[in-house]
């Protein structure tokens, strides 16, 4: 029996994909604030909206940070929420953020990934979503416009799933796919309306000693996000924690149901590798720069060199095992940064991948490689110098300086 659906090819950008994927998503509530590169988005939203094409509460505020609370009362009720937002406005919401995750209110949110001011820059990097790893939202990197509409879908079930209940975010690189248009194979309507199904609720105890679903409901009376002093407020974080290592697993479940509708898989939907079973020396990167790198690694190969990709789909929550397992036999790593950690020792992703080799008995030289800030290209060329670098390390045994810098003037 054919189990992939017949999809059809649409022309669309990251952010059109976007909205098209949570037309199709029956979502209940959308609150938004238009900001570049996410814009988009919501205007082509808003389109559905005004044509009724969708059944959509849309809620115009006015700041990101009211959408976010009106996405997350809607949630707290029991509907299904989406909203958008990149740089500034993502800064925006940083509080609500945290409230969002604590009430675990499963909101799915795009983010066009975008410089953060001063100086003001509306290109392209990942600082804006960096800030907010520790925030208790699922974190999940798109390479294409492709696995944006993907992810989107994916997201709504990961994030509603009964043992996560967590918000979730989708990150497209700001205009490298926001902007950029490519071919993208949707699903009918009805097969996506299917897969992503209805939401369910956890029973819990309510005041009254009876149970209920976990929705504010005036017929089921209870309190979510109340006041928490040290007596329990530790015990709520935990939870979360506990939350997010269910995710692991859910992403993976929901990524490989998905990839049976769609035909479509990407890695283990945790960590995607490319050419890497056999690499000596390797890249780990996420976004959109992956198709830079998968291109020069087709080169090296072609030139006999043991070159390897390791895409990260998911930072939060981070693969730690899958890392570990993917990069154990690569004798050096370069792991790039499309953000700072200023005064650290090198970017988000080389503090996060380096210490989870830490523990191995053998493990491979890492160093780290800033990138990208503010829309600057990444050429292959630079990659290809990346891998040279490695070489260097790997003939070596020992890497001279952690921290590097690609394409900067200094």
């Known amino acids: 029996m054919k189990s992939v659906a017949e999809q059809k090819t649409l022309a669309l950008n990251g952010d059109e994909a976007v909205a098209y994927a949570v037309k199709q998503s029956d979502v209940d509530v959308v609150a938004a604030y238009p900001i570049t590169p996410q814009t988009i988005i919501v205007e082509r939203f808003s389109e559905y909206v005004a044509n009724g094409e969708v059944e959509t509460a849309f809620v115009c505020t006015e700041s990101e940070h009211s959408a976010l609370t009106a996405c997350l009362a809607a949630s707290l009720t029991g509907a299904r929420t989406f909203t958008a937002s990149a740089s500034a406005g993502l800064a925006l919401m940083h509080e609500m953020l945290f409230v969002t995750s604590g009430c675990r209110a499963p909101v799915v949110m795009a983010i066009a990934n975008r410089a953060l001011s001063a100086p003001i820059n509306i290109h392209g990097d990942q600082s804006d979503t960096m800030a907010q790893r520790d925030s208790g939202w699922i ?13 989107v879908i994916q997201a709504f079930r990961i994030a509603e799933h009964p043992e996560v209940l967590l918000p979730a975010m989708v990150c497209l690189d700001g205009f490298q796919l926001s902007h950029s248009v490519e071919n993208v194979n949707v699903l009918p309507d009805d097969v996506v309306k299917k897969f992503v199904g209805v939401r369910q609720f956890p029973l819990v105890l309510t ?11 005036p017929e089921n009376p209870m309190t979510m996000g109340p006041l928490a002093f040290p007596n329990y407020y530790f015990e709520f974080k935990r939870q979360q924690e506990e939350a997010m290592k269910n995710a692991l697993r859910v992403i993976r479940e929901v990524h490989d149901e998905y990839a049976k509708i769609s035909g479509r898989s990407y890695g283990d939907g945790l960590l995607d590798p490319y050419f890497l079973e056999d690499a000596e020396i390797a890249i780990v990167c996420l976004g959109s720069t ?3 790198v998968k291109t020069v690694v087709d080169e090296l190969r072609a030139e006999g060199i043991k070159a390897g990709l390791l895409r990260m789909r998911t930072f939060r929550p981070l693969p730690v095992d899958g890392i570990r397992e993917a990069l154990k036999h690569v004798k050096a790593v370069a792991v790039m940064d499309k953000s700072m950690s200023f005064g650290g020792f090198g970017g988000a992703v080389f503090h996060e991948v380096r210490h989870a080799l830490y523990d191995l008995d053998k493990k491979p030289l890492v160093v780290n490689y800033i990138y990208g800030l503010g829309g600057r290209d990444t050429s292959p060329m630079q990659i290809r110098e990346i891998y040279k670098d490695l070489q260097e390390i790997v003939a070596k045994k020992r890497v001279e300086t952690p921290v590097k810098y690609v394409g900067l003037r200094e």
């Open 290 to 292: 992956a198709g830079t």
């Open 139 to 151: 974190q999940i990197y798109a390479e294409n416009a492709q696995e944006v509409y993907d992810s």
């Open 207 to 217: 005041h009254e000693g009876k149970l209920a679903p976990l929705k504010l409901d």
